[in-house]
T-cell receptor
Framework: EAQVTQNPRYLITVTGKKLTVTCSQN?????MSWYRQDPGLGLRQIYY???????DKGDVPEGYKVSRKEKRNFPLILESPSPNQTSLYFC?????????????FGQGTRLTVV | RKEVEQDPGPFNVPEGATVAFNCTYS??????FFWYRQDCRKEPKLLMS???SGNEDGRFTAQLNRASQYISLLIRDSKLSDSATYLC???????????FGAGTRLTVKP
Protein backbone atom coordinates (compact mmCIF):
# COMPACT_ATOMS: atom_id res chain seq x y z
CA GLU A 1 0.00 0.00 0.00
CA ALA A 2 1.32 3.43 -1.00
CA GLN A 3 1.80 5.48 2.10
CA VAL A 4 3.72 8.05 4.09
CA THR A 5 4.50 6.92 7.62
CA GLN A 6 5.32 9.26 10.48
CA ASN A 7 6.44 8.38 13.96
CA PRO A 8 5.60 9.04 16.67
CA ARG A 9 1.95 10.00 16.31
CA TYR A 10 1.87 11.76 19.67
CA LEU A 11 4.72 13.20 21.69
CA ILE A 12 4.92 15.25 24.85
CA THR A 13 8.37 16.53 25.66
CA VAL A 14 10.11 19.16 27.77
CA THR A 15 11.75 22.34 26.59
CA GLY A 16 15.27 21.79 25.32
CA LYS A 17 15.17 18.02 24.94
CA LYS A 18 16.21 17.09 21.41
CA LEU A 19 13.75 15.03 19.44
CA THR A 20 13.36 13.53 15.98
CA VAL A 21 10.16 12.84 14.10
CA THR A 22 10.65 10.24 11.39
CA CYS A 23 8.99 10.20 8.00
CA SER A 24 9.19 7.45 5.42
CA GLN A 25 7.45 6.99 2.05
CA ASN A 26 7.28 3.93 -0.18
CA UNK A 27 6.26 5.60 -3.45
CA UNK A 28 9.74 6.49 -4.70
CA UNK A 29 8.83 10.18 -4.62
CA UNK A 30 11.61 12.69 -5.11
CA UNK A 31 9.95 15.55 -3.26
CA MET A 32 9.32 15.48 0.47
CA SER A 33 8.34 18.24 2.84
CA TRP A 34 7.37 19.02 6.41
CA TYR A 35 4.48 21.22 7.46
CA ARG A 36 3.13 22.43 10.72
CA GLN A 37 -0.55 23.14 11.19
CA ASP A 38 -1.80 25.62 13.74
CA PRO A 39 -5.38 26.84 14.26
CA GLY A 40 -6.32 29.63 11.88
CA LEU A 41 -3.01 29.50 10.05
CA GLY A 42 -3.33 26.48 7.81
CA LEU A 43 -0.38 24.33 6.84
CA ARG A 44 2.93 26.14 6.71
CA GLN A 45 5.97 24.59 5.14
CA ILE A 46 8.99 24.09 7.40
CA TYR A 47 11.53 22.43 5.10
CA TYR A 48 11.46 20.61 1.82
CA UNK A 49 13.69 18.33 -0.19
CA UNK A 50 13.76 18.00 -3.96
CA UNK A 51 15.83 14.83 -3.83
CA UNK A 52 18.52 12.99 -1.87
CA UNK A 53 20.98 15.40 -0.22
CA UNK A 54 19.00 18.42 -1.45
CA UNK A 55 17.09 20.30 1.23
CA ASP A 56 15.89 23.87 1.56
CA LYS A 57 14.03 26.12 3.96
CA GLY A 58 10.33 26.64 3.72
CA ASP A 59 8.37 29.46 5.31
CA VAL A 60 8.97 28.66 8.99
CA PRO A 61 12.33 26.85 9.30
CA GLU A 62 13.57 28.42 12.56
CA GLY A 63 14.22 25.83 15.25
CA TYR A 64 14.12 22.86 12.89
CA LYS A 65 16.59 20.74 10.95
CA VAL A 66 16.13 18.04 8.36
CA SER A 67 18.24 15.56 6.46
CA ARG A 68 17.71 13.50 3.32
CA LYS A 69 20.29 10.75 3.18
CA GLU A 70 17.96 8.28 1.50
CA LYS A 71 15.13 8.87 -0.92
CA ARG A 72 12.48 7.30 1.28
CA ASN A 73 13.31 9.01 4.60
CA PHE A 74 13.05 12.64 5.65
CA PRO A 75 13.37 13.09 9.41
CA LEU A 76 12.52 16.35 11.18
CA ILE A 77 14.84 17.29 14.03
CA LEU A 78 14.13 19.72 16.83
CA GLU A 79 17.48 20.34 18.49
CA SER A 80 16.08 22.37 21.39
CA PRO A 81 12.28 22.33 21.33
CA SER A 82 10.38 25.28 22.75
CA PRO A 83 6.69 25.66 23.67
CA ASN A 84 5.99 27.66 20.49
CA GLN A 85 6.79 24.50 18.53
CA THR A 86 3.76 22.80 20.00
CA SER A 87 1.80 21.97 16.88
CA LEU A 88 0.47 19.29 14.56
CA TYR A 89 3.16 18.23 12.09
CA PHE A 90 2.68 16.58 8.72
CA CYS A 91 5.18 15.04 6.39
CA UNK A 92 4.25 14.90 2.71
CA UNK A 93 5.70 13.44 -0.45
CA UNK A 94 5.02 13.85 -4.15
CA UNK A 95 6.54 13.34 -7.54
CA UNK A 96 8.89 16.15 -8.40
CA UNK A 97 8.08 18.96 -10.80
CA UNK A 98 4.97 17.43 -12.25
CA UNK A 99 1.94 19.52 -13.16
CA UNK A 100 -1.02 19.05 -10.88
CA UNK A 101 1.08 16.96 -8.57
CA UNK A 102 -0.80 15.32 -5.71
CA UNK A 103 0.78 15.45 -2.29
CA UNK A 104 0.44 12.43 -0.02
CA PHE A 105 0.51 13.13 3.69
CA GLY A 106 1.52 11.13 6.69
CA GLN A 107 -0.96 10.70 9.52
CA GLY A 108 0.49 13.56 11.52
CA THR A 109 2.48 13.98 14.72
CA ARG A 110 0.91 15.93 17.53
CA LEU A 111 3.76 17.48 19.48
CA THR A 112 3.42 19.20 22.83
CA VAL A 113 6.43 20.98 24.34
CA VAL A 114 6.06 21.89 28.00
CA ARG B 1 -2.51 39.72 2.66
CA LYS B 2 -2.43 35.93 2.90
CA GLU B 3 -1.49 34.03 -0.23
CA VAL B 4 -4.60 31.86 -0.01
CA GLU B 5 -7.68 32.97 1.90
CA GLN B 6 -10.77 31.04 2.80
CA ASP B 7 -13.84 31.74 4.87
CA PRO B 8 -13.16 29.64 7.99
CA GLY B 9 -16.83 28.94 8.60
CA PRO B 10 -18.09 26.90 10.24
CA PHE B 11 -20.79 26.06 7.75
CA ASN B 12 -23.57 24.10 9.39
CA VAL B 13 -26.01 22.65 6.86
CA PRO B 14 -28.74 19.99 6.88
CA GLU B 15 -28.39 16.78 4.94
CA GLY B 16 -29.31 17.25 1.32
CA ALA B 17 -28.35 20.91 1.21
CA THR B 18 -26.12 22.51 -1.37
CA VAL B 19 -23.15 24.39 0.01
CA ALA B 20 -20.45 26.44 -1.69
CA PHE B 21 -17.02 27.49 -0.52
CA ASN B 22 -14.87 30.18 -2.04
CA CYS B 23 -11.16 30.73 -1.89
CA THR B 24 -9.07 33.64 -3.16
CA TYR B 25 -5.39 33.64 -4.02
CA SER B 26 -2.95 36.50 -4.36
CA UNK B 27 -0.44 35.29 -6.95
CA UNK B 28 -1.95 35.91 -10.36
CA UNK B 29 0.67 33.65 -11.98
CA UNK B 30 -0.51 30.59 -10.05
CA UNK B 31 -0.75 27.50 -12.19
CA UNK B 32 -2.39 24.66 -10.32
CA PHE B 33 -5.29 24.56 -7.93
CA PHE B 34 -6.73 21.89 -5.68
CA TRP B 35 -9.23 21.16 -2.99
CA TYR B 36 -8.08 18.87 -0.19
CA ARG B 37 -10.28 17.40 2.50
CA GLN B 38 -9.14 17.02 6.09
CA ASP B 39 -11.10 15.07 8.66
CA CYS B 40 -10.71 16.03 12.30
CA ARG B 41 -7.14 15.45 13.50
CA LYS B 42 -6.24 13.50 10.36
CA GLU B 43 -4.08 14.11 7.35
CA PRO B 44 -5.25 16.14 4.33
CA LYS B 45 -6.26 14.11 1.28
CA LEU B 46 -6.78 15.27 -2.26
CA LEU B 47 -10.45 15.80 -3.06
CA MET B 48 -10.05 17.14 -6.56
CA SER B 49 -7.94 19.24 -8.84
CA UNK B 50 -9.46 22.42 -10.25
CA UNK B 51 -9.26 22.90 -13.99
CA UNK B 52 -9.67 26.14 -15.92
CA SER B 53 -12.84 24.92 -17.57
CA GLY B 54 -14.33 23.76 -14.29
CA ASN B 55 -14.75 20.14 -13.38
CA GLU B 56 -17.18 17.87 -11.67
CA ASP B 57 -16.79 14.68 -9.69
CA GLY B 58 -20.10 13.27 -8.61
CA ARG B 59 -21.69 15.71 -6.18
CA PHE B 60 -18.64 17.98 -6.19
CA THR B 61 -18.02 20.78 -8.66
CA ALA B 62 -14.92 22.95 -8.74
CA GLN B 63 -14.60 26.23 -10.59
CA LEU B 64 -11.70 28.53 -11.28
CA ASN B 65 -11.97 32.23 -12.07
CA ARG B 66 -8.53 33.45 -13.05
CA ALA B 67 -9.60 37.03 -13.68
CA SER B 68 -10.90 37.39 -10.13
CA GLN B 69 -8.37 34.96 -8.67
CA TYR B 70 -10.80 32.74 -6.87
CA ILE B 71 -11.66 29.10 -6.72
CA SER B 72 -14.93 27.59 -5.62
CA LEU B 73 -16.17 24.22 -4.46
CA LEU B 74 -19.83 23.30 -4.67
CA ILE B 75 -21.18 20.30 -2.83
CA ARG B 76 -24.65 19.14 -3.80
CA ASP B 77 -26.92 16.84 -1.79
CA SER B 78 -24.71 17.03 1.29
CA LYS B 79 -24.13 13.83 3.25
CA LEU B 80 -23.23 13.44 6.90
CA SER B 81 -19.92 12.01 5.70
CA ASP B 82 -19.07 15.30 3.98
CA SER B 83 -18.44 16.85 7.40
CA ALA B 84 -14.80 17.87 7.33
CA THR B 85 -12.50 20.81 6.76
CA TYR B 86 -11.92 21.72 3.12
CA LEU B 87 -8.53 23.15 2.25
CA CYS B 88 -7.94 25.32 -0.77
CA UNK B 89 -4.47 24.72 -2.20
CA UNK B 90 -2.65 26.78 -4.81
CA UNK B 91 0.56 25.85 -6.56
CA UNK B 92 2.02 29.17 -7.69
CA UNK B 93 4.83 27.85 -9.85
CA UNK B 94 3.57 24.51 -11.10
CA UNK B 95 6.21 22.74 -9.08
CA UNK B 96 5.81 21.19 -5.65
CA UNK B 97 5.44 24.43 -3.69
CA UNK B 98 1.88 24.25 -2.41
CA UNK B 99 0.19 27.10 -0.57
CA PHE B 100 -2.63 26.17 1.74
CA GLY B 101 -5.60 28.13 2.90
CA ALA B 102 -6.51 27.81 6.57
CA GLY B 103 -9.53 25.69 5.65
CA THR B 104 -13.31 25.93 5.76
CA ARG B 105 -15.07 23.73 8.24
CA LEU B 106 -18.29 22.03 7.17
CA THR B 107 -20.72 20.21 9.45
CA VAL B 108 -23.64 18.38 7.86
CA LYS B 109 -26.43 17.64 10.31
CA PRO B 110 -29.26 15.10 10.13
Amino acid sequence: EAQVTQNPRYLITVTGKKLTVTCSQNMNHEYMSWYRQDPGLGLRQIYYSMNVEVTDKGDVPEGYKVSRKEKRNFPLILESPSPNQTSLYFCASSLSRQPRVEAFFGQGTRLTVV
Amino acid sequence: RKEVEQDPGPFNVPEGATVAFNCTYSNSASQSFFWYRQDCRKEPKLLMSVYSSGNEDGRFTAQLNRASQYISLLIRDSKLSDSATYLCVVNPYNNNDMRFGAGTRLTVKP
